[in-house]
């Protein structure tokens, strides 16, 4: 059955393969976005698009009007920016989703939104279970977990049914190599690709757990499924994740091999408010989920250099 689903964010990386996997599925799909990282080539003609903050809860009102459920992905998705600007991120990343339950307290729907293994901070369980203690080490973490506080309370006192997703660190094609805040494979891709050195925060022996877009797509279509059927408890918080590690220097190896090249690495100082190891456990959100097995690295970082290669990048 078509319905109506409305994408904060939509116009972001992860936003807009969302977007293109629910239209491709016959779904008509609003989005908000104010642009600041996203772009509006980065959405087909058919989608009904609202420029402008989730922070504006009037704009919000009208953009709840007649849907079935909201993918809630809209964020200043950097931990570096939230250091930066503290208390401006905290506006967008915790007052835009409670002014995204605002604007459907009056008819819930089911709300998917993104969290972040950020809410874990460096945490001593690896992998880490969606158990584990959560000690944000960022801003931008501790914002993930308000987020996930002010879901219980959309449920328990709105009715609002939610469904949040940690999200790893994410890759694939149209995640913007060019800001400093991009995400390390996007840089790197675009890096060695072109000969050029990377530069390595720390020792590189820190790991991460690269999960691939197609699979958090994946991920977030099996939540709003899960959530309408009643399959999955109507509060509940999942992984999304692969866990597998792999470290910063082992990352930028692989990159280079595949691009026939020799890595060119310059070691520069750690960042402040940096995760050790980031490792997480799958299994929860694929037995409620029912996700599959994850892309390989190797497979998603050949689709991503893939696509730096057939896709002229705009200055
Ligand atoms: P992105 O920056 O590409 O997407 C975020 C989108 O939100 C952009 O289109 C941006 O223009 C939009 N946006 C920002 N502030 C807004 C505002 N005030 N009003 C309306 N739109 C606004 O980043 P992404 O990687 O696609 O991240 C999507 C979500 O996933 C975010 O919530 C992020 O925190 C979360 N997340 C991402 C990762 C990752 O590795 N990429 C990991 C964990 C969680
Ligand atoms: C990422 C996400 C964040 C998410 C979190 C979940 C991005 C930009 N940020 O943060 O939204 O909530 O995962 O865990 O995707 N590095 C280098 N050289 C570079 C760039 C990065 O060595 O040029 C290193 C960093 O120091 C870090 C690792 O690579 O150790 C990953 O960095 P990054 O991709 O920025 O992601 P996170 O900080 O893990």
């Known amino acids: 059955m078509s319905e109506m689903f409305l994408v904060t964010g939509g116009a972001g990386f992860i936003g807009s393969h969302l977007v293109a996997a629910l239209l491709a599925e016959g779904h008509r799909v609003r989005v908000i976005d104010d642009l600041s990282t996203g772009k509006r080539e980065n959405l087909p003609e058919a989608v009904e698009f609202l420029e402008g903050s989730i922070t504006d809860a009037a704009l ?34 915790l007052g835009g989703l409670i002014t995204v339950f605002e604007a459907l307290r009056s008819r819930p729907v089911p709300v998917v939104y993104a969290s972040s293994a950020a809410v874990y ?31 219980l309370v959309a449920h328990h006192v709105h009715g609002i049914p939610t469904l949040g997703l940690r999200f790893f660190n994410v890759y694939g094609p149209r995640q913007d190599p060019r800001s ?7 840089i790197f891709c675009e890096r060695l690709r072109a000969g050029e050195p990377v530069a390595i925060f720390g020792d590189g022996a820190q790991t991460r757990d690269f999960v691939f877009v197609a699979d958090v797509v994946a991920a977030l279509r099996a939540a709003m499924s899960g959530i309408k059927s009643g399959d999955v408890w109507p509060a509940a918080v999942f992984n999304v994740c692969t866990g597998r590690a792999t470290s910063v220097c082992e990352l930028a190896e692989t990159i280079a091999g595949l691009c026939g090249r020799r890595a060119d690495i310059r070691f520069a100082p750690a960042r402040k408010g940096e995760i050790r ?18 892309t390989p690295l190797r497979q998603g970082l050949a689709a991503t250099l893939n696509w730096l290669e057939t896709t002229p990048l705009k200055p």
């Open 180 to 186: 400093p805040y991009s995400g390390v494979i996007s």
């Open 121 to 151: 901070g460096d945490s001593a369980e690896l992998p880490i279970t969606e158990r584990a203690a959560k000690h944000p080490l960022s801003a931008y973490g501790a914002d993930k977990l308000g987020c996930e506080q002010h879901a």
């Open 277 to 294: 190891h980031s490792l997480g456990a799958p299994e929860a959100a694929r037995a409620a989920l029912g996700l599959g097995e994850p």
């Open 60 to 93: 919000m009102h009208a953009a709840a009007a007649g849907i079935a459920g909201c993918f809630h992905l809209a964020a200043i998705a950097s931990v570096e920016r939230g250091i930066e600007a503290w208390l401006a991120t905290h506006a967008v990343n």
